[in-house]
């Protein structure tokens, strides 16, 4: 839907997208519409400020202090003009994408963990799961929509992986019936600290269930966790809005809805993008889809690959425990070229959703388009698998992969990722965008990918 055509009626515009009265979706859409109100009416008083400020210069016979004060009127009113008109863009983009979204009526969506009830009438306590209650935690996950990681396979994978405890939150009904709950990963390390993530390695975790005041409710209660566990901080990674007060939506899921035939998919992503995928068949490429025994492959390209990026790699005891594990869907795909892998993808499937959430090509192989080519083969093999939707995985709006992953058609999906710390705490940067970690960056780029897989493992295990 035109963004204009939104602005101009936006409750009958959710209306003809089928987005309900009650939903968050249509929450979401309406605090936008009243950011981008307040930022219209701030900029048009701006302008209307620095047209007065201009119209002052051309008085006559200024003092010099006078003339001083209004330059520097002009400089702030400028830079305010500026920065408003750069938060309208954002905000203009967001809500576009979350239309595009929706822009088919009725379509299905993708399987993110999103209340869908605004409230939960009942009573209810929140405290955290003993073990002998364990299997009230997984009655409720096989009732609930959840992600892939919230099953407690996962949880037991990270422990075995990398030595990390998971324990659960509930709310408990008065009926003794769990209504929500949240598992928690902690971490411990002499380089970053104390803290607990939901969920770690992955892109999407946080708390589940039905109702929207269930859920806040959870997140409010873990703040005491922090303080009781001298925690730095709490990471609650989720898709769902208006949770708490600190969080990040710089990132977002780029997610491809799919159609039932390859002919369909080729049709669908369009000239442009056949073209740049196809450059790579002149160099023969072939790809191969398994499980364990692809690992050596694909482990010698991902770890290359992070090298180059100047980033710590996993140890290949963490993929070899996950291909291995009868309760989760992956699969690797491994691109060879002259008989050598190139490039390669880790997939994980869950509820008629695809994910990548690894993927790698060597630098020598950029110049070949194998890193398109791959892709095109990866969503063939989703599409004759069923699947109905395609996760490229998360971004940071406008960046390089967020363009690229934009150009196969994906929709941009918000995360919203909420931040609990004890008073006088802040928001963690353990990122690469975190400037005192880029000398560590260069250097490592400069290291023997030998020596990376030595020392990288214990590193990243800290880094969720």
Not at 19 to 33: C, H, N, P
Not at 306 to 328: C, H, Q
Not at 430 to 436: A, G, I, M, R, T
């Given at each position: 839907m035109d963004i204009k055509k939104f602005l101009a009626s936006?409750?009958?515009?959710?209306?003809?997208?089928?987005?309900?009265?009650?939903?968050?979706?249509?929450?979401?859409?309406?605090?936008?519409?009243?950011?981008?109100?307040?930022?219209?009416?701030?900029?048009?008083?701006?302008?209307?400020?620095?047209?007065?400020?201009?119209?002052?210069f051309k008085a006559p016979e200024q003092a010099a202090d006078e003339r001083e004060s209004l330059i520097l009127a002009m400089q702030v009113v400028s830079a305010e003009i500026k920065g408003i008109e750069e938060e309208l863009k954002t905000i203009e983009k967001r809500l576009a994408d979350a239309l595009n979204a929706n822009q088919q009526q009725g379509a299905p969506l993708p399987p993110f963990v999103i209340a869908s009830e605004h409230h939960y009438n009942g009573g209810y306590t929140v405290r955290e799961l003993r073990a002998a209650e364990r299997h009230l935690w997984e009655d409720f996950l096989s009732a609930a929509q959840t992600s892939a990681?919230?099953?407690p396979v996962w949880a037991e994978l990270i422990r075995r992986s990398f030595g990390h405890p998971t324990r659960i939150w509930v709310a408990i009904n008065d009926e003794g019936k769990v209504i929500g709950g949240i598992p928690l990963?902690?971490?411990?390390?002499?380089?970053?600290?104390?803290?607990?993530?939901?969920?770690?390695?992955?892109?999407?975790?946080?708390?589940?269930?039905?109702?929207?005041?269930?859920?806040?409710?959870?997140i409010g209660h873990l703040k005491t966790i922090c303080k009781h566990e001298s925690l730095s901080h709490i990471e609650i990674r989720t898709m769902q809005p208006d949770l708490g007060e600190h969080f990040s939506s710089k990132k977002?899921?780029?997610?491809?809805?799919?159609?039932?035939?390859?002919?369909?998919?080729?049709?669908?992503?369009?000239a442009k993008v056949r073209a740049q995928y196809k450059k790579s068949e002149e160099y023969q490429p072939k790809i191969v889809f398994g499980k364990i025994e692809l690992l050596n492959d694909f482990y010698r390209v991902f770890a290359?690959?992070?090298?180059?990026?100047?980033?710590?790699?996993?140890?290949?005891?963490?993929?070899?425990?996950?291909?291995?594990?009868?309760?989760?869907n992956a699969v690797i795909a491994v691109v060879y070229v002259n008989q050598k892998p190139v490039a390669t993808g880790f997939l994980i499937g869950h509820e008629g959703m695809l994910e990548i959430p690894w993927a790698s090509t060597i630098r020598q192989a950029n110049a070949m388009n194998v890193n398109m080519w791959m892709y095109r083969r990866i969503l063939g093999y989703a599409v004759n698998?069923?699947?109905?939707?395609?996760?490229?995985?998360?971004?940071?709006?406008?960046?390089?992969?967020?363009?690229?992953?934009?150009?196969?058609?994906?929709?941009?999906?918000?995360?919203?990722w909420y931040y609990l710390f004890p008073e006088g705490g802040a928001v963690p940067e353990?990122?690469?965008?975190?400037?005192?970690y880029k000398l560590m960056i260069n250097i490592w780029k400069k290291m023997p990918v030998w020596l990376s897989k030595l020392i990288g493992p214990p590193i990243v295990a800290n880094l969720p």
């Open positions: 936006p409750e009958s515009s959710m209306a003809s997208l089928g987005i309900s009265v009650e939903s968050s979706k249509r929450r979401e859409l309406l605090e936008q519409v009243d950011q981008l109100t307040q930022l219209r009416s701030r900029l048009k008083e701006a302008k209307k400020n620095k047209s007065e400020i201009a119209r002052q990681y919230h099953h990963t902690f971490f411990s390390s002499r380089l970053f600290g104390k803290f607990a993530v939901s969920i770690p390695y992955f892109n999407y975790g946080g708390v589940i269930s039905r109702w929207f005041n269930v859920a806040r409710d959870i977002v899921s780029m997610v491809l809805s799919l159609p039932d035939s390859e002919a369909s998919l080729d049709e669908q992503l369009g290359h690959n992070m090298r180059d990026l100047g980033t710590p790699v996993y140890g290949k005891k963490w993929f070899a425990n996950i291909l291995t594990e009868s309760k989760i698998e069923g699947y109905q939707f395609f996760d490229f995985g998360r971004s940071t709006r406008d960046a390089g992969t967020f363009k690229f992953k934009k150009q196969w058609g994906a929709v941009a999906h918000t995360h919203y353990l990122n690469p965008d975190n400037p005192k």
